[in-house]
């Protein structure tokens, strides 16, 4: 699990292949992506983006979109 720097979003990696982002307060779940192989641990890298490692290397998801200055897990 990592935490965002904010507090106000959650990132998790699974055995499943997946990431997924949690609003801690409410448990909902946001944005999931999918990976080829298993995770092994994930971070948030400043407010937008996370990073995690597993078995097929490290994968970077930024979670802004130019088009909408707000981070798309703000949605």
Do not use: K
Not at 49 to 54: C, F, Q, R, T
């Amino acid at each position: 699990v990592a935490i965002a720097p904010d507090g106000t979003w959650l990132a998790t990696t699974s055995n499943d292949q997946t990431v997924r982002t949690w609003d801690p307060t409410t448990g909902t779940a946001g944005p999931m992506m999918r990976v080829e192989g298993m995770l092994r641990a994930c971070a948030w890298l400043l407010e937008d983006a996370v990073a995690v490692v597993g078995e097929r290397g490290v994968y970077i998801f930024d979670l802004w979109h130019p088009s909408n200055p707000a981070p798309l897990l703000g949605l």
